[in-house]
């Protein structure tokens, strides 16, 4: 049998001509990104590093400082860079959350590999990279060696049919995944299929985003036309694809016909098994809408929520923020008009930043509130109080449930 797609690249960056699950596999790490987190808390510099070029600072959880210990991380990690001649860096002002930088900057390359202490790293997969969220000790030993290690996991398929709905987006494609297959522990996930072609890479992003909510190792797609022109916009023509060999092994092979899809939303606590057609859910009013993170803060979903708003109030008793995910989403946005559609409809944009989405600062949900949110997580007490309630759901559904006043279908809204 031959090999999946995070097969064929694990063996190539191992030097080895076969893998299979089981098999524990020591690889080059092509890019180690660090986060501001890093350096905040326990930081102990190293002697010395592997490779400066391989290396990324991202500031991205607690830009600017929200609290004294924050402040603290600033200035290490930025004797660290000088220290190290990194170049690669993004300080207040070029910042963002990382998965959003390291998309902005083709650090997330086809065939390599990247690692960072963030545990949405699997973001990168969208890049056709083998991308994971290690512990910090694993990052710190990378930082120093240049190399790490996996153990190969079995690859569930998902194929992709169909063509994905325009109101439809990867927020909704990933929730019905999850309602209907539950967790992916110590799984890999592969996407691919004739549908891929009708979903945007932002979508994509998302979709691999979102499956550390489901535990699994490596999500990855495959490259296309779509996935090369983005990568030639930003200079980067010399890469070397893993493909799945057309006899791959894999654990199990599902079907998505992405026609068929409608919008969805998780209950809170969890994303597996825990959710339903947004058509089904009950009238339930919110205090909070949110939409932003590394998962739903990029251009197109600014852009979707502004399209919503525009000439439309949020409802009373609602508060809608928006955090782009870096602070280019930021600027780009703010030249196309979007924030200023947003800020009218009364929504508040805030900096780029994780933010809310971890409930650290801008926008933490007090007790017995309901949230709506398009971030990363739903589980109790993320974003703030453990007594209040995070339903997830796509940027489409959050703005149009934050003019409704309640969890409504995006598509009842007229835009």
Not at 56 to 70: E, F, G, S, Y
Not at 199 to 209: G, K, S
Request: charged residues 20%.
């Amino acid at each position: 049998m031959g090999m999946t797609m995070i097969e064929n690249l694990l063996a190539r960056k191992a030097g080895v001509e076969r893998v299979a699950p089981g098999d524990i596999v020591t690889v080059e790490v092509d890019m180690c990104v660090m986060i501001d987190l890093q350096f905040a808390t326990m930081w102990v510099p190293p002697s010395r590093i592997h490779d400066p070029d391989k290396v990324a600072v991202v500031m991205d959880h607690a830009v600017p400082a929200p609290t004294l210990k924050d402040a603290a991380g600033g200035p290490k990690a930025r004797k660290f860079v000088s220290d190290f001649g990194i170049e690669k860096f993004f300080d207040v002002g070029r910042h963002g959350i990382c998965h959003q930088v390291i998309a902005e900057n083709a650090l997330a390359r086809p065939g390599e590999v990247l690692a960072c202490t963030d545990s949405h790293t699997c973001a990168g997969g969208a890049y056709n990279t083998a991308a994971r969220g290690l512990g910090p000790a694993e990052v710190f030993s990378i930082l120093c060696t240049g190399s790490t290690w996996y153990q190969i996991a079995p690859t569930v398929r998902y194929e992709l049919i169909g063509t994905l709905p325009p109101e439809i987006s990867g927020k909704d494609v990933f929730l019905s995944i999850a309602n209907t297959y539950g967790d992916a522990t110590n799984q890999n996930l592969e996407f691919g299929g004739p549908g891929l072609v009708s979903v945007p890479l932002n979508d994509r992003r998302t979709i691999a985003t979102q499956a550390a909510e489901i535990s699994a190792d490596f999500a990855t797609f495959g490259v296309d036309g779509l996935l090369r022109e983005f990568l030639a916009e930003r200079g980067v023509r010399d890469f070397e694809p893993a493909d799945a060999d057309p006899d791959a092994d894999y654990l199990e092979v599902r079907t998505v016909d992405l026609s068929d899809l409608e919008p969805y939303v998780a209950r809170p606590g969890t994303v597996s098994h825990n959710g339903s057609p947004v058509a089904q859910i009950e009238n339930r009013r919110i205090d909070q809408a949110f939409i932003g993170s590394c998962a739903n803060g990029q251009l197109d979903d600014l852009r979707i929520a502004a399209n919503i708003l525009r000439g439309k109030n949020v409802a009373p008793g609602v508060r809608l923020l928006v955090t782009p995910a870096s602070q280019q989403v930021y600027r780009d946005a703010m030249r196309l008009g979007y924030l200023q559609d947003l800020a009218d409809a009364g929504a508040v944009v805030t900096n780029s930043t994780c933010g809310a989405c971890f409930g650290y600062h801008m926008g933490v949900v007090g007790p017995g509130e309901v949230c709506l949110t398009s971030s990363t997580r739903n589980f109790t007490g993320r974003m703030g109080s453990a007594e209040a309630e995070i339903y997830m759901a796509s940027p489409a559904t959050v703005a149009a449930s934050a003019v409704a006043g309640y969890i409504t279908d995006p598509r009842s809204v007229t835009v």
